[in-house]
């Protein structure tokens, strides 16, 4: 596949993130509440110590990044689309967080940086081999990343992903799919 043209149609994503508001991915719902809630609880529980450097990869709309600002620590966020990123800088004004513009997949930040490295729901829109090469680059030696991801062997998950229609009405990319475990 062009990874070119898959970055294009990841930028245009952003846009249906931005029209469609965070209802996309259903966060405002109980169900969504409680699934937020146990991801910002996995995340914060992941990264321990104190003056981390913590990069997050496809911060979004900010709604993750929010939780990762909590922690003690130096934060770097990261999205494709600029559009995001405002939304996400206006929601975390935190001193300690850096909004950037990259595309992980190829990536100018710096190599061994990172004691951690995180994202929500990110890997499956990427490139995962071109993504995991260079998030083992960013991590400082004994670094550790987590992700959070759709799983394919959610019966909803499976049918979101591979019927076109729904895919569609769900507000997927073309190119994102789900991970078995």
């Known amino acids: 596949m ?13 846009e249906v993130i931005l029209n469609r508001g965070e209802e996309v ?10 699934r937020w809630r146990r991801r910002c609880g996995l995340f914060t529980s992941f990264i321990v110590g104190r003056h981390r450097t913590i990069l997050e990869i496809g911060c979004g709309t900010g709604l993750f ?3 990762l600002a909590s922690l003690d620590c130096k934060l770097f966020s990261i999205d494709i689309s600029n ?13 300690h967080v850096t909004f950037k513009m990259d ?8 190599s061994a940086c990172f004691d951690y490295i995180v994202g929500s729901s990110i890997l499956h829109h990427l490139e995962v081999k071109s993504a995991l090469r260079e998030i083992f680059r960013l991590l400082k030696p004994g670094g550790k990343c987590l992700f959070t991801e759709p799983n394919m062997m959610n019966p909803q998950i499976a049918l979101q992903k591979n019927i076109p229609f729904l895919k569609k009405w769900a507000g997927d990319s073309p190119d994102e799919t789900a991970f078995f475990r």
């Open 2 to 14: 062009n990874s070119n043209k898959r970055f294009e149609r990841e930028i245009q994503h952003a």
């Open 25 to 34: 991915w259903n966060w405002s719902s109980p169900a969504g509440q409680m």
């Open 65 to 67: 990044t929010q939780c």
């Open 83 to 95: 559009h995001l990123l405002e939304r996400a800088q206006k929601r975390v004004p935190a001193s």
């Open 103 to 110: 595309n992980i997949c190829r990536s100018d930040l710096k």
